[in-house]
């Protein structure tokens, strides 16, 4: 069972989806006729076409939940489906290899793209994992004290591609396998519930472009992007765009306003630990998440997430997109 701590009692329950058993067998038949259509390649535009038309055949309960999400994220700007098809003794080894990533039509894969693509466009960087459309997010020996997906110390709160111009509106963390112990955890902030405990002065300065960020360390290339504001839209609603491994300020007072917005954001952080067979969306917009501690034993057994991109507007990234296909140049 999922776990969530310690702000559980404020979740909205319209952003927790239960699957039935009906349903999750309606989405085992999807996922396995999509991991059959030709050529059976995730990153094949036929394939993703496909698998954007059998979405539309997700049980109706899953399409109104990514739909009300996509609305509206709630307080914490997290979905979370459970009980989604997942056969464990048809897995097979985690992966612990750099850049991991799903190339073949395998039934979790199609699991993942299909309710990815009820609720945007999937979409993926050529510099990162090389434009493939489902990563691992999986620990990877020597790594582990990367600030990246293959580590497996804590990760620093981040929106997922801060430096990125068309950085990604949702990033979803499909779960196949949770670690040994199950204290490998998503750790999740908003700030929708982080505003209200910063001084106005705070975010003030975090509202001045008076901040670089640089692409994290999976990126190939890449270079720290111009001048931005932490804080931008809605005065009562803004945005959020910061990576506390990779933005820095210009001056001391952006410095302070940055370490005083990344303590609210830690006083207001949950943390999610999934369990196979659950899938987690965060409204990378509006919330930023980082990873708890874990001891991975590199056995086969490990931690193993499938990690995708959304993009609300495919047309907004058209000129970065080669062939009008999912990646981005």
Not at 15 to 32: H, P, T, V, Y
Not at 126 to 140: H, I, M, T
Not at 172 to 196: E, V
Request: charge should be negative; include cysteine; glycine fraction near 6%.
């Amino acid at each position: 069972m999922t776990m969530l701590q310690p702000a559980a009692a404020h979740r909205d329950a319209a952003l927790l989806l239960d699957l039935n058993g009906s349903e999750q067998g309606a989405i085992a038949l999807l996922s396995r006729e999509l991991a059959a259509t030709a050529p059976g390649l995730v990153d094949d535009p036929r394939w993703v076409a496909r698998a954007r038309s059998l979405s539309c055949r997700l049980p109706e309960r899953a399409r109104e939940a990514l739909r009300r999400y996509r609305h509206d994220p709630g307080e914490d700007g997290v979905l979370i489906i459970r009980n989604l098809p997942v056969d464990a003794s048809a897995l097979p080894l985690t992966p612990n290899v750099t850049d991991s990533v799903e190339r073949t039509a395998t039934l979790p894969a199609a699991v993942a793209v299909l309710v990815t693509l009820q609720l945007g466009e999937i979409a993926a960087y050529r510099d990162e994992k090389s434009g493939a459309l489902v990563q691992n997010v999986v620990p990877v020996p020597g790594r582990e004290e990367s600030q990246s997906n293959a580590g497996s110390t804590p990760l620093e709160l981040h929106v997922e591609n801060a430096f990125h111009p068309h950085r990604p509106d949702y990033v979803g963390l499909f779960c196949l396998r949770s670690d040994h112990l199950s204290t490998g955890g998503t750790l999740l902030s908003s700030i929708r519930r982080t505003l209200p405990l910063l001084p106005e002065d705070t975010v003030r300065v975090l509202r001045g472009e008076r901040f670089t960020t640089s692409p994290p360390p999976s990126f190939r290339g890449g270079d720290a992007g111009v001048r931005h504001a932490v804080l931008t839209g809605d005065p009562d609603d803004p945005d959020v765009k910061v990576d506390f491994h990779a933005t820095s300020a210009d001056d001391d007072e952006a410095k302070v306003a940055l370490e005083q917005l990344r303590t609210a954001f830690l006083e207001a952080a949950t943390t999610l630990v999934l369990r196979p067979g659950e899938m987690a969306f965060v409204d990378n917009r509006i919330a930023i998440h980082g990873r708890t501690a874990y001891a991975p034993r590199y056995d086969g057994h490990d931690r193993w997430l499938h990690r995708t991109f959304v993009h609300l507007d495919h047309r907004r990234t058209r000129g970065n997109r080669l062939g009008n296909g999912s990646v981005l140049t």
